[in-house]
C-alpha cells in the first residue's frame, strides 16, 4: 500500500484496493484545517488522479467526533494578521477547494460527527456526502461576523437551493444529518458503526465502473459548474465519443450479454 508523500501530517494519504484515502488528522482540534493542510490537499488529489490505480477518493476526518470542525483559529493571529498574510491564506483554501471540484475522479466525503465552516465547505466541494447518522452542520460565518464570498455560496447553493443556503447562513446554527439530507445537502444518512463499511462499498461499486465512462460524467460535471459560456462542450462530446471507441465498450456490452461482472482496464 503505497501513499503519496505530503507537506504535513496532518494531512494522511493512502492508497488500498483501488481508494485513495485523505484523512484531516488533527482531532485534537477536531480536524481543524491548518494553512499547512490546505496547501497539502490539492497535492494530494493530484498524485491520486495521476494513479491509474485509484478510481476514487474518499476523505474523512480522524477519530470519531469530527470530519473537519472548521479553519484552525489558532493560526489567525500568525497566519492572518496583515492583508498580504490574509490573501496568502484564502489563496490556500480557494486552491484545495479548486482542486477538489476540479478532481478528474469521483469524490467523496464520509462525514461523522461535526462538520462545520470549512469542514462543510469541503464535503460540499466533493462529488458525494455520505454521513453517519450523529453527523452535524453548520457554517456558523453570521455568529463571527465574517463575510463569506459568492464563490462559497454559490457552490452550496448549486446543491440545496438558494432557500436552504440562506437558512443555513442566516441562522448560524447546526444541522442534524436528517436535516442535511432532507435539504439535499446529503447523499446518504447510515449508522454511523456502519459508516465506514458502508462507503468501502459504495466507492467499490464507483471504483468498478468503466474509467472512461467515470472520467467523462466527472468533466461534465466540472463543466456544468463553471458560465455556460466558459463550458468546453467540444472536450466532453470528445470523451463521449472516446468512451464509444474502447476496448472497455466493448467488455462491457459482452459482459452483460454473457451476464458476467466486466473487467475494465480505462482503455
Known amino acids: 500500500m503505497n501513499a503519496p508523500q505530503t507537506m504535513t501530517d496532518r494531512l494522511l494519504a493512502e492508497k488500498k484496493d483501488g481508494i485513495g484515502w485523505i484523512t484531516f488528522n488533527n482531532p485534537a482540534r477536531h480536524n481543524a484545517v491548518s494553512f499547512e493542510m490546505w496547501q497539502a490537499l490539492p497535492v494530494v488529489l493530484a498524485n491520486f488522479a495521476a494513479d491509474p490505480e485509484v478510481g476514487v477518493i474518499v ?9 473537519v470542525a472548521g479553519a484552525d483559529i489558532s493560526q489567525f493571529k500568525e497566519k492572518r494578521s496583515s492583508e498580504d498574510a490574509v490573501l496568502a491564506y484564502n489563496k490556500a483554501a480557494d486552491d484545495a477547494g479548486k482542486a477538489l471540484q476540479e478532481c478528474p475522479k469521483p469524490t467523496i466525503a464520509m462525514v461523522r460527527g461535526y462538520c462545520i465552516g470549512g469542514g462543510t465547505a469541503i464535503a460540499v466541494n466533493c462529488d ?23 464563490v462559497g455560496i454559490k457552490r452550496l447553493a448549486d446543491i440545496v437551493g438558494p432557500a436552504f ?22 447523499n446518504r444518512v447510515v449508522p454511523a458503526a456502519e459508516l465506514e463499511q458502508y462507503t468501502v462499498d459504495y466507492a467499490r461499486t464507483i471504483a468498478g465502473n468503466a474509467p472512461l ?20 462542450l467540444d472536450r466532453l462530446q470528445k470523451m463521449v465519443d472516446i468512451c464509444y471507441r474502447s ?7 459482452a459482459a452483460f450479454a454473457e451476464k458476467r461482472k466486466p473487467v475494465f482496464k480505462g482503455k
Open 213 to 232: 465512462t467515470l472520467a467523462s460524467v466527472k468533466a461534465s460535471l466540472i463543466e456544468y459548474g463553471k458560465e455556460p459560456a466558459k463550458r468546453d
Open 59 to 67: 476523505l474523512k476526518g480522524a477519530g470519531e467526533k469530527a470530519f
Open 247 to 253: 476496448e472497455d465498450y466493448k467488455e462491457g456490452q
Open 165 to 186: 443556503t440562506a437558512e443555513i447562513f442566516f441562522t448560524a446554527r447546526q444541522f442534524n444529518a436528517q436535516e442535511a439530507l432532507q435539504m439535499n445537502l446529503v
Open 128 to 150: 458525494m456526502r455520505i454521513v453517519s447518522d450523529d453527523a452535524k452542520f453548520g457554517v456558523p460565518a453570521g455568529k463571527l461576523g465574517l463575510g463569506y464570498r459568492f
